[in-house]
């Protein structure tokens, strides 16, 4: 599945940090699509458990602290699996309660389940 997003400056730094610790060099050429599709299904198993709240708030090792202003948001079309995309978009439904408010972004969603996959990689996922 073919799905339009904006991802911010700090998602952009998450996929090259996920990028980094999963694959060791964050400039290797896979999709950002494919990256997306394992961080979700290394997350996966513990997504009842995780508390999206932390998370969000939680500083990420070289995302958050990032001060590289030549790295900015990008549009971009992901290729993902279906199985992802429902995932994304359950996480996109439960998040609407999570966060008290009445949209949540894709973008967003997006976010956060790379900022966990790296927590869960650094073994600072709760």
Known sequence: MRIKIK???STVLAFQEYKRLT?????ITVTNGYV???????????LPSIKWE??????IPNVTDNNDKS?????TTLNIDKSVLDGIDELQRKFLAVFGTKRVYRAFVV???????????NNMLD
Not at 23 to 27: A, C, I, L, R, S
Not at 36 to 46: H, R
Not at 54 to 59: D, G, I, L, R, W
């Open 54 to 59: 932390k998370v969000n708030a939680s500083p």
């Open 23 to 27: 694959y060791g060099d964050p400039n």
């Open 111 to 121: 976010k956060l389940v790379i900022y966990a996959a790296i927590l869960k990689q």
């Open 7 to 9: 991802l911010s400056r």
């Open 36 to 46: 997306l599709g394992s961080a979700f299904k290394s997350i996966q198993p513990d």
């Open 71 to 75: 790295i900015v948001g990008v549009d």
